[in-house]
């Protein structure tokens, strides 16, 4: 039997204060990595609430303050039955800010399967049907959430009315055509399993509301066969499965569905957004006729055969926006993938050539991760087998991620400002240093800012960044700072 986790100093001072007089904390109803979320009472009104408080180690994150309070706006202008209603915002004495919500009494989707493995085919329609009815209210609002997932579904009853879904947590929502954005270019935001592929890769820019749509059919797959369509712990495969493996028939792990219901499950599937239905409610209204067609005995799961879930050990290691602190994933075995990318003895033959834009994409999902040492790796075996190439066509497909590969090795070195300095007189006759280093050295005596090493190579943007990084990494060169009073080491890069 395990022990409930210990009270933090954040609970401990909050449990029992009443905020802004009116809502007394009464107990902690569950922890999440963006914050913590108390029952309390509305003191005037007499009612039972629901309060979500930000993490205080993320108070001073100003894209974790930003997520939080437009959680609150976008959720506050929703109303539907099927979301979450917001009844307040403001902050603690403390400065700390929390979301006042009504209280639900239930299950998320995620905690029914963990107990119960699948559901009936009818009544994971019926869930479906309600995820995409409020999804569809949020998509005509221009909005989409981003981070749909089995956690995010609450399961209630309504007296009279039965279940009743509601959809949570929109903090890393986008809305769409709105030109301010609090993701970057190359950013990956939600969790792997339930990622449209468009997501897998980082364009966020392209993700609109049939991202929604891919991750509704993923938890309909999951909620008939008892796992998602690509499962795994290592979050790289699992991204490369999404973006580049078709998925699955659900008839292959839960034999009683019939064939109808995989074909809508294959077009919400879909790789690309544009052979997706062409909205949720599209998606939803075909899966769930397919799933009446289904009959009585497969509706009640008595002739279903399931295997049970896979269940592998949590190793540490990376963790997406949005992802749960349980769900953990490994990236070092594609670590070492990228670092023998691109040293083949042998570079002759087509398929060889396509290791190119591989490798660029992992380059693109690493960097979204924030694992800024293997989107190097990656960037630079796409860079190698290019050279081994040697041809117009291998040049073609590095430098149509010119921008990507550019962005990577800057954000890896820092600031442009950071001032460079030669460390200790390496002799250009070391084996280590190149012609074009030692021309870069000879640029570097006295200190020099990586903006003006750039302004002076002769080398492109990309070749100077790539030769930079290599020096710094050879410990031939150190990276400062403007300031004076703060110093900056660049670590060692894997």
């Known amino acids: 039997m395990t022990s409930a986790p210990a009270i933090t100093a954040q609970e401990h001072l909050l449990i029992g204060e009443t905020l802004r007089g009116t809502y007394r904390v009464l107990s902690v109803l569950d922890r999440g990595g963006m914050g913590l979320v108390f029952e309390a009472e509305h003191l005037r009104l007499r009612r039972r609430v629901a309060v979500k408080v930000l993490a205080r180690h993320l108070a001073s994150d100003a894209q974790a303050l930003a997520r939080f309070n437009r959680e609150a706006e976008i959720i506050s202008q929703l109303e539907h039955p099927n979301i979450v209603r917001i009844l307040d915002f403001d902050t603690t004495e403390q400065g700390e800010p929390y979301i006042v919500m009504e209280l639900l009494k239930g299950e998320s989707l995620s905690d029914r399967l963990e107990r119960e493995g699948f559901l009936s085919i009818l009544e994971s329609a019926r869930i479906a049907q309600q995820v995409a009815s409020g999804l569809f209210a949020a998509h005509q609002a221009s909005i989409v959430h981003r981070d749909l997932k089995p956690a995010n579904i609450f399961l209630t009853q309504m007296m009279g009315q039965g279940l009743l879904v509601k959809l949570l947590d929109f903090g890393i929502s986008k809305r769409v055509g709105v030109g301010h954005a609090l993701t970057g270019e190359f950013d990956i935001l939600g969790t792997p399993d ?24 993923v938890i309909a797959f999951e909620m008939l066969s008892g796992q998602t369509p690509f ?85 540490s290691g990376q963790r997406v926006v949005g992802e749960p602190h349980s769900r953990r994933y490994e990236t070092g075995s594609h670590r070492r993938a990228a670092e023998k990318l691109g040293t083949a003895s042998t570079l002759n033959g087509h398929s060889m050539l396509q290791d190119i834009p591989e490798a660029l994409d992992h380059a693109r999902q690493a960097l979204g991760l924030g694992d800024l040492n293997l989107a190097v790796s990656y960037a630079e075996s796409a860079l190698r087998v290019a050279e081994g190439f040697d041809t117009v066509e291998a040049r073609r497909l590095v430098d149509a991620e010119e921008m990507l590969i550019d962005h990577i090795f800057e954000t890896r070195i820092g600031p442009l400002g950071r001032e460079l300095k030669v460390l200790g007189a390496p002799s250009s006759q070391d084996a280590r240093i190149s012609p074009e280093q030692a021309f870069l050295l000879s640029r570097l005596d006295g200190g020099i800012t990586v903006e003006e090493v750039l302004d002076l190579s002769p080398l492109s943007r990309r070749d100077t960044l790539r030769l930079l990084l290599a020096m710094l990494r050879d410990g031939l060169v150190s990276a400062g700072d403007q300031r004076p009073s703060e110093k900056y080491k660049l670590d060692k890069l894997d």
Do not use: W
């Open 194 to 217: 339930y990622m449209a592929p468009e997501q897998a890769l980082g364009k966020t820019a392209s993700v609109d509301h049939r991202g929604d749509q891919y991750a509704l059919a």
């Open 231 to 315: 499962p795994g712990t290592d979050v790289m495969e699992v991204l490369r499965q999404v973006v580049s493996v078709e998925a699955p028939s659900i008839e292959r792990f839960a034999r009683h569905v019939p064939a109808s219901v995989g074909i809508v499950l294959r077009r919400g599937l879909a790789k690309d957004p544009n052979a997706r239905y062409a909205h949720v409610l599209d998606f939803a209204l075909a899966f769930s006729s397919a799933c009446e067609l289904a009959g009585p005995d497969s509706a009640l799961g008595n002739a279903r055969t399931v295997p049970a879930p896979v269940s592998a050990p949590v190793p």
